[in-house]
């Protein structure tokens, strides 16, 4: 390990008011009008735009009640209200592409800057202290620590790192390499815990998740279900507390402090980015699909029922607000989005694609709610294959309605319903080849659910 020396501050000298308006000039601070703020209903899900680049990547609730994000495109860290009013903060290195923010020990917001490799303060009037690393070695993930310091994953240089308050650091190797940090957490055990994406060299297809105290004394554990090209790249303790995470993979996994795992499968389409604990007891985490339509933030039960909220363009960061509704970061679309939890939600309960002449069996569940409340809305069944482009120099994804029908399911409770197929669309579909069958349960409130089976439909005769 080793230590480095204090940096020097950049800080806003108060004493004319000139000179503060100078200063605050510098900082780009901005603040963007928002409608004034209504009382959210359970599901509802409400966005708030920043100006185009911005690019939003991590987000956390800070000391002073409010969410601080980073703005990786625009090099700034913004923050924003319950209400909806953004601010925004110029970081004085230039392209320093802010990553991941926390709440500190100390009230202030720390973050990570992956380009010139420092860490950064912001205290809550916009003040920036910088705090040089090293050279290339790409902070991401940051997390506050047990003990009262910062920590911080270095997926460049191979290992983590740990700063004071006052802003003493120092680097500790993880073992087992290679190794290719990214996010951290604390856990309840009072450890560090980090999805790490490095390649194991004996199973260079499982990810591994490694335990750090507070010493600097690092334990792996590889994921146990060998899947190809799996990364984990989130962690976030949960209510349970155990530690789950999540990446490029086909589900969440679920760590305790003893090291066993629980995998739990999911339909998503695209990557999980980001996890968090709310404050309905349940694991919410953000997606970032393929496909712009392929976005969302999803709610998972401690007992595994799904609920999705689509996002168009994705979601990066997510955390909870000080007033209990979930917050999120909007990459590619350059904005802030906030759901109110407490909605009941559908879920896909069907395990495969079953298809009988024109009809579509579905299994939804409903749950989430309170009691008393319900699911409705629609259920759409979509195939979705590649096909040739205009000329047939490359191939387009296509997606094709076959039909959809209504459904109404009491909170707490599953029930089928028979989707009729529309003839004309089915002769849209290749046969003869495996495609995928996509059930889609939509719901009036926002929240739905969806689900990919591979499917073949047969050739018709002749053919």
Not at 166 to 171: A, E, L, V
Request: aromatic share 8%.
């Amino acid at each position: 390990m080793s230590s480095l020396p204090h940096p020097t501050r950049n800080e806003s000298p108060r004493r004319w008011p000139a000179v503060a308006l100078f200063i605050a000039a510098l900082l780009s601070l901005f603040v963007l009008a928002a409608p004034r703020a209504a009382s959210a209903a359970p599901g509802e899900v409400a966005h708030f735009a920043l100006p185009d680049g911005s690019q939003p990547e991590g987000i956390a609730a800070g000391a002073d009640g409010n969410l601080w994000f980073a703005e990786n495109g625009a090099d700034k860290i913004g923050r924003i209200t319950p209400g909806g009013v953004v601010s925004e903060f110029a970081l004085p290195t230039p392209a320093a592409r802010p990553m991941q923010v926390t709440a500190g020990p100390d009230g202030n917001v720390w973050f990570t800057e992956s380009r010139p490799g420092n860490i950064g303060r912001i205290t809550a009037d916009g003040t920036v202290t910088e705090f040089p690393v090293c050279d290339y070695c790409r902070p991401w993930g940051i997390a506050a620590g047990p003990e009262g310091a910062v920590w911080f994953t270095l997926p460049g240089a191979e290992g983590v790192g740990r700063i004071t308050p006052s802003g003493q650091i120092t680097r500790f190797p993880l073992a087992v390499g290679p190794n290719a940090p990214a996010l951290i957490a604390t856990g309840s055990d009072g450890n560090l815990w980090i999805a790490d994406k490095g390649l194991v060299r004996e199973e260079p297809t499982i990810g591994q998740i490694v335990r750090l105290t507070p010493a600097g004394e690092s334990t792996l554990f590889k994921v146990p279900t060998p899947v190809e090209n799996f990364r984990p790249t989130s962690i976030a303790p949960g209510p349970d507390g155990a530690l789950w995470f999540g990446g490029s993979g086909p589900g969440l996994g679920r760590i305790d402090v003893a090291g066993r795992f629980t995998e739990f499968p999911l339909p998503h389409f695209g990557e999980i980015d980001t996890i968090v604990a709310g404050p309905d007891g349940n694991i919410w985490f953000s997606v970032s699909g393929p496909a712009p339509a392929d976005g969302s933030v999803d709610r998972l039960t401690l007992d595994g029922h799904l609920t999705t909220y689509p996002v168009p363009y994705g979601s990066r960061g997510i955390a909870v607000g000080p007033e209990g509704n979930i917050w999120f970061t909007e990459w590619a679309n350059h904005g802030i989005g906030r759901i109110t939890p407490g909605s009941a939600g559908i879920e896909v309960a069907s395990s495969r694609a079953t298809i009988h002449g024109r009809r579509a069996p579905i299994s939804l569940f409903c749950s989430g709610g309170a009691p008393g409340t319900r699911c409705q809305g629609a259920a759409i069944v979509r195939a979705r294959f590649w096909a040739p482009g205009v000329g047939g120099d490359h191939s387009r994804l296509r997606q094709v309605e076959l039909g959809r029908a209504r459904y109404g399911i009491a909170n707490g409770q599953g029930a089928s319903v028979s989707v009729r197929l529309r003839p004309r669309r089915l002769k849209r579909v290749p046969r003869g080849k495996e495609i995928k069958i996509e059930v889609v349960a939509q719901a009036a409130a926002g929240v739905g659910a969806r689900r990919a089976f591979p499917f073949t439909f047969r050739r018709r005769p002749g053919r």
